[in-house]
């Protein structure tokens, strides 16, 4: 009895020693849970663009400065600060790296999760909402790819076309909100719950960019009018608090119906307590009207946070405006040093997606013979978008040649559309295409055309073109001819995906006029006239003459986009830009980047103009000697700060006019400089070259039209076409092809070939050097006449480099000695004294042969008196009378006749060494047609990865 009694009086102290324990506890969760304060941390990640990890692809190195597995360190650290924590993604996650559309090309069947969403299972989002580019690659194959979520994914805005225009009855496309039921832990260390409603928009815009993949499907609603009427439903289903995942940047210019970038106004609906952004591709951290908003920037370049205090009032959770602190954390410093570790876990779960693109995007395609860059795209005519438009119009004009079904569009002139896709602005200073000259990979199509678009063809008239070059011209602020203070000359504000540049025609632009239209293509000054001396072919433009427009599906389908939205579609293909391109660089395997000068800047009259840009800091290093663009120093957000004169088209004395398009005149020039390309570096107080080619010299009349050089003094008439005019020549150098680079006081080549030396009457016409003293004729084709010729050099091939008073070879051959009657008439070479006859037709007479050399190959190369062989064989010894007439060598002493046929092992390896050198264009020939082979079966295969999307809007 007394071990029982003892036993429960044990009990009955353990269960006073608990009581004060537990129940009290107990009784303060319920009575303490008005006035409770809950700190609740939401964080952020948007406009992640498949950035996953800290890898650049298209120049195939580690770049801190993104990276999701970065980011997600962030995270880790964030929630350990915190006792309760949500996390949620604003989309553009699925799109964006040649990782994406190495996906996307794979295909999602089977158990195969997208390693995007694989990342964020892992990492434990809350909820996830989408973004425009979400919808680049299809409704079926988003459906596919966020099946396979461990968290909810939601929009709002985006309802199914049930094709009956009732408003009414619309249902949504996917889960319009989701509700957070969150257990968190109070100030006092009490569990407590808080239901946090999520919703998500996306602009309404959607549905012209991806107009091929959603029209019919789907329609896309305004933003702030869809969140009036969830935030009554979630209220309704005892949401606490209100989130907003709007992929909507910040546009303070007044509401309109189906704006873009809605985010400000959606602050103003009452019932939303937070608002996490994207989209626009920047950092924000303010306050809206009471309402705290956050937006991380771009590539998970940033995690964005809103600290936010709720407390419980009247049975209620109140979220304490003041107390709501938005912030971000960067996962860099502005020099790209990582400032955290990769979260191990995720790198590893995408190792094999990773290794696997980046083998994908250096699969070859093409070579370039110079470099390829956009760090001036938007201030000049830029090989990046050339490339691209060269691209798309070989594509529609092949399409119209060959199928008959369009043949109709046979003789409508066809031009191309591009833009410069990246170029800097809101995705910062490292946002450029630079690709090295040599090897072209599918990372460099990549990198040239960043979005998986297709190709579309468009009808349009002069009219329209001139409006959409109009709505281009947006891209450039105005600029005040009076004002000598600093002017900017781009606006940051235009997308440069819609600075599209016409190919095909010539245009200029006059930026001290005011822009007609905003970037929404919305008219803002009705009558200004930016675009200037539109030309198609060297006549100006009529309004009603019609164009066919390659364009991509984004720009095609457009109907607020002027100009564009009037025309008619009428080719839409299957193929992504990026397909054709490769195609494209198939066709032709080496390219040749170079911009054709189609439009430029109208000059501006003004005695001193400041007028800047900012581009990379390696832009520096493409500056060109024209001095157009310099160097200032460094500008905001690690950019670097040029100016452009926009007062003239080049550099150098010019008191009237400089080049028209391209090329440099860096000399005295006091009339014209070259109209096209080329340089006139020089003293050229006349006519400096129309056409390509470099005057750098003085040339007091006429300089060389097309091409070619004009280096030295020629007072009178420089090449017109090709070549190079090096020397003093007073009366009429080379006209196309070949170099005149001595003295030549009447008239030089006019076809190619050298004249070098001193010809007083008539150097080579066509081909050929004429190198020495020759005051008769110099060759007309082909061949060298190097020496002195005082009579007939050679017409056609061969060389006469020695002395030779009468005739040179006339064709092939070289006559490099001293032949005072007839040299060589067709091949080889007689390079000795011959003063008779030396051989008509190959074989080389390299001796002293004072009668007849051989007529038909064959070499006579050393005392022949009397006849060397007719055909093949060598002499290459005394021979007095007759050598072999057919085959053979006469390598010594053959007094008489020798007709054995015998050959020498040294001529007979020298010769199947020349047959080796004969065949070797075929067998590079065989190669090429390989390598083309391949390349097409790399195009049309591995290339099938690009799917579509538009430019980030």
Do not use: C
Not at 286 to 305: K, Q
Not at 601 to 628: H, M, R, V, W
Not at 670 to 681: K, L, Q, R, S
């Amino acid at each position: 009895m007394k071990k029982s009694k003892k036993v429960l009086a044990g009990a009955t102290l353990a269960l006073g020693v608990m009581a004060p324990q537990v129940l009290p506890t107990i009784a303060h969760a319920e009575g303490q849970a008005e006035g409770s304060t809950v700190n609740l941390r939401i964080l952020e990640t948007s406009d992640i663009h498949v950035n996953l990890m800290n890898y650049d692809y298209y120049q195939t190195k580690t770049d801190n400065k993104v990276g999701l597995v970065q980011t997600a360190t962030l995270v880790n650290k964030a929630r350990e600060e915190a006792k309760n924590s949500v996390l949620f993604d604003d989309g553009d996650a699925i799109q964006g790296t040649p990782l994406g559309d190495y996906v996307a090309q794979k295909g999602l069947d089977g158990n195969y999760i997208h390693p995007l969403y694989r990342l964020m299972n892992l990492m434990k989002y809350d909820v996830i909402s989408l973004g425009n580019h979400e919808f680049n690659y299809g409704l079926d194959y988003l459906k596919k790819a966020i099946s396979k979520t461990d968290f909810p994914v939601i929009n709002s805005n985006v309802y199914k076309d049930d094709h009956d225009n009732n408003e009414e009855n619309d249902e949504n496309y996917f889960k319009p909100y989701h509700i957070v039921d969150k257990e968190v832990v109070d100030e006092s260390g009490q569990k407590q719950n808080v239901k946090i409603g999520v919703m998500g928009f996306v602009p309404p815009q959607v549905m012209g960019w991806d107009k091929a993949n959603l029209e019919g499907n789907v329609k896309a609603k305004d933003i702030v009018q869809t969140a009036k009427k969830m935030i009554p439903k979630m209220k309704a289903e005892g949401a606490d608090i209100i989130v907003a995942l709007a992929h909507s940047g910040v546009d303070k210019s007044g509401y309109n119906v189906g704006m873009e970038n809605a985010s400000f106004y959606l602050t103003e609906v009452p019932g939303v307590d937070a608002v996490l952004m994207g989209h626009s591709h920047t950092v924000v951290t303010d306050t809206f009207n009471g309402v705290p908003v956050v937006m991380p920037g771009v590539f998970g370049s940033n995690l964005g946070i809103i600290d936010m205090q709720l407390k419980k009032v009247n049975g209620k959770w109140e979220v304490q405006k003041d107390k709501s602190v938005p912030t971000v954390r960067a996962i860099s410093d502005s020099k790209g040093n990582a400032l955290v570790e990769s979260d191990k876990r995720l790198v590893d779960e995408i190792k094999d997606d990773h290794e696997a693109t980046i083998k994908y995007v250096n699969t070859p395609v093409g070579k370039t013979t110079a470099p390829i860059n956009s760090y001036f795209s938007l201030v000049q005519d830029d090989p990046s978008v050339q490339l691209v438009t060269n691209a798309q119009k070989w594509y529609v004009e092949k399409l119209f040649a060959e199928n008959g079904q369009y043949s109709k569009y046979k003789g409508i002139p066809v031009l191309s559309a591009g833009a410069p896709f990246k170029a800097g602005g809101r995705n910062g200073a490292t946002y450029y295409t630079d690709i090295p000259a040599g090897t072209l990979a599918i990372k460099n199509v990549a990198d040239l055309y960043v979005y998986p678009n297709t190709l579309y063809a468009v009808k349009v008239n002069g009219a329209q073109v001139k409006e959409w070059l109009e709505m281009s011209a947006g891209q450039f602020n105005q600029i005040d001819s009076t004002k000598a203070t600093e002017q900017s000359l781009v606006n940051v504000n235009y997308p440069t995906y819609n600075f599209d540049i016409l190919d095909g025609l010539k245009y200029e632009i006059d930026v001290t006029q005011p822009a007609k239209y905003d970037k929404d293509g919305k008219v803002v000054n009705s009558n200004a006239n930016r675009i200037a001396n539109v030309t198609y072919d060297g006549k100006p433009i009529v309004d009603n003459q019609e164009f066919i427009v390659a364009t991509n599906n984004y720009r095609g389908s457009s109907q607020t986009f002027p100009g564009v939205s009037k025309g008619e579609v009428v080719y839409q293909s299957q193929d992504e830009t990026r397909q054709i391109i490769v195609k494209y660089m198939q066709e032709t395997p080496v390219i040749n980047p170079a911009a054709d000068q189609n439009w430029a800047f109208k000059p501006i009259a003004a005695e001193k103009l400041n007028t800047t840009f900012d581009s990379s800091p390696n832009a520096q290093k493409y500056i060109t000697k024209d001095g157009k663009i310099s160097y200032i120093g460094s500008s905001e957000n690690e950019f670097a700060k040029y100016a452009i004169d926009l007062t003239k088209k080049n550099e150098g004395d010019n008191p009237t006019t400089p080049p028209t398009t391209g090329g440099d005149n860096n000399g005295d020039n006091p009339t014209t400089p070259p109209t096209t390309g080329g340089d006139n570096n020089g003293d050229n107080p006349t006519t400096p070259p129309t056409t390509g080619g470099d005057n750098n010299g003085d040339n007091p009349t006429t300089p060389p039209t097309t091409g070619g050089d004009n280096n030295g003094d020629n007072p009178t008439t420089p090449p017109t076409t090709g070549g190079d005019n090096n020397g003093d020549n007073p009366t009429t150098p080379p006209t196309t092809g070949g170099d005149n680079n001595g003295d030549n006081p009447t008239t030089p080549p006019t076809t190619g070939g050298d004249n070098n030396g001193d010809n007083p009457t008539t150097p080579p016409t066509t081909g050929g050097d004429n190198n020495g003293d020759n005051p008769t004729t110099p060759p007309t084709t082909g061949g060298d006449n190097n020496g002195d010729n005082p009579t007939t050099p050679p017409t056609t091939g061969g060389d006469n480099n020695g002395d030779n008073p009468t005739t040179p070879p006339t064709t092939g051959g070289d006559n490099n000695g001293d032949n005072p009657t007839t040299p060589p008439t067709t091949g080889g070479d007689n390079n000795g004294d011959n003063p008779t006859t030396p051989p008509t037709t190959g074989g080389d007479n390299n001796g002293d042969n004072p009668t007849t050399p051989p007529t038909t190959g064959g070499d006579n190369n050393g005392d022949n008196p009397t006849t060397p062989p007719t055909t093949g064989g060598d002499n290459n010894g005394d021979n007095p009378t007759t050598p072999p007439t057919t085959g053979g060598d006469n390598n010594g002493g053959n007094p008489t006749t020798s007709t054995d046929g015998t050959k020498d092992t040294n001529v007979s390896q020298e010769k199947e060494t020349s047959k080796v050198d004969r065949d070797l264009p075929k067998t590079g020939t065989t190669v090429f047609s390989t390598i083309g082979a391949g390349l097409a079966f790399v195009g049309a295969g591995v290339f099938m990865l690009f799917r579509r999307k538009k430019a980030n809007r």
